[in-house]
């Protein structure tokens, strides 16, 4: 079984229910046209980021709750993948949105058993922003503190090997080296940064955004670094036990899942107040507009898993040094998306030879 070198926990910064009827007339009625599903209630969870949009605009517009008809949603509200991994496992949330390393995480260290991903749900919308007094080019990071939100989670391993790319040596685990990685939690990042005890951070959206309106540069997008300038920054995963039990209300979450990033999609104004108004919700505080549009703008919000990056992922966190070469076969369960797509007239959506057999 390949193993995780060390990973810390963060804890929950919320639980919360909701589950309003959504305004918007053109959401389908649930297919099972109100039929009871084979459980009462499906536990769901997701961080208030904007990259986990289609949870924050899917829950907030109740297109997810209309898909599952009698059963009732209760959702849990992460600050870090690890602990939302945790979380599954322990069966408090039996569905959740997450970023690609701690799903690679989860599936590895329980050897396969876990949880399988589902769907994709958003590319893009991390990016590297720096002190522009402190660095002006790529070559002038060495020396200098960067942050990330955790240890192993997306970002930092996505730092960690576009420094090793770069030829500077940093050990994983302490971050220390040619260059600072400081694990700083995002909703401490902007006072770091403004205190001077970070250079910079490598950080999804909003925090990059925020730091903008600090006077921070962005100095990288992370599409840049990427084939066709996509990659997936949240999958949806459920529990192997819950996917295995009640397949149908998985079903209905997919259709929920699909449904809300097409009105994203036809409604994108809408949609990003509706996504900043359950931020405010789940949080306590909504984004401002400076931070909000150009954050909202860099985030593609698709079904796709884009899987053959999950797998250079992997890849990344073994080059790091955070992740023994992992064993992904079998991570990917597309079957109930590609049929749910296929009612809706798109294309089925690949695996890259890493799905269920």
């Known amino acids: 079984m390949a193993a995780v070198a060390v990973l810390t926990t ?14 918007d007339k053109a959401s389908a009625k649930p297919a099972a046209s109100g039929a009871k599903l084979s459980a009462d209630t499906v536990k769901i969870g997701y961080f208030a980021n904007l990259t986990h949009g289609t949870a924050l605009v899917g829950l907030k ?13 209760k959702t849990q509200v992460f600050n870090a993948g690890p602990a939302e991994i945790e979380a599954l496992n322990a069966g408090s949330i039996d569905i959740g949105w997450i970023g690609p390393s701690p799903s690679i995480n989860g599936y590895t260290q329980s050897g396969g058993k876990s949880l399988k991903i589902i769907s994709g749900s958003a590319s893009g919308g991390v990016k590297l922003v720096v002190n522009p007094d402190k660095i002006k080019t790529l070559d002038d990071i060495k020396g200098k503190k960067i942050a990330t939100p955790q240890l192993g989670n997306t970002q930092d391993v996505a730092l960690l090997n576009f420094l090793a790319e770069k030829g500077y040596k940093v050990d994983a685990q302490t971050g220390d080296g040619d260059v600072k990685v400081l694990r700083t939690d995002n909703k401490v990042t902007p006072d770091a940064y403004k205190s001077g005890s970070i250079d910079g951070a490598w950080v999804p959206e909003p925090t990059a955004s925020k730091l903008v309106t600090l006077g921070a540069k ?7 670094v990427w084939p066709d300038k996509k990659f997936v920054i949240t999958n949806l995963i459920v529990s192997q036990k819950f996917l295995k039990e009640h397949p149908d209300v998985v079903e209905a979450v997919l259709r929920g ?12 104004a809408q949609a990003k107040d509706v996504a900043n108004a359950q931020i405010k919700a789940d949080a306590g505080n909504a984004l401002d507009a400076s931070i909000l549009d150009p954050a909202w703008q860099d985030i593609d919000f698709i079904d796709d898993p884009l899987a053959n990056t999950l797998q250079s992922e992997a890849d ?12 992904l076969a079998g991570i990917y369960d597309l079957t109930l998306l590609n049929k749910v797509l296929k009612e809706n007239n798109q294309p089925a959506v690949e695996d890259a030879g ?4």
Do not use: F, M, R
Not at 10 to 20: P, V
Not at 257 to 268: C, D, E, G, M, P
């Open 354 to 357: 890493l799905g269920t057999k």
């Open 316 to 327: 990344h966190a073994v080059t790091a040094g955070l992740l023994k070469k992992p064993n």
């Open 10 to 23: 963060a804890g929950l910064l919320s639980a919360c229910s909701y589950g309003s009827k959504s305004d």
């Open 257 to 268: 899942s699909v449904k809300t990033n097409a009105w994203i999609k036809a409604n994108s």
């Open 61 to 73: 517009q109740g297109i997810i709750q209309q898909e599952l008809g009698g059963t009732q949603i």
């Open 218 to 224: 962005v100095l990288l997008n992370e599409k840049d």
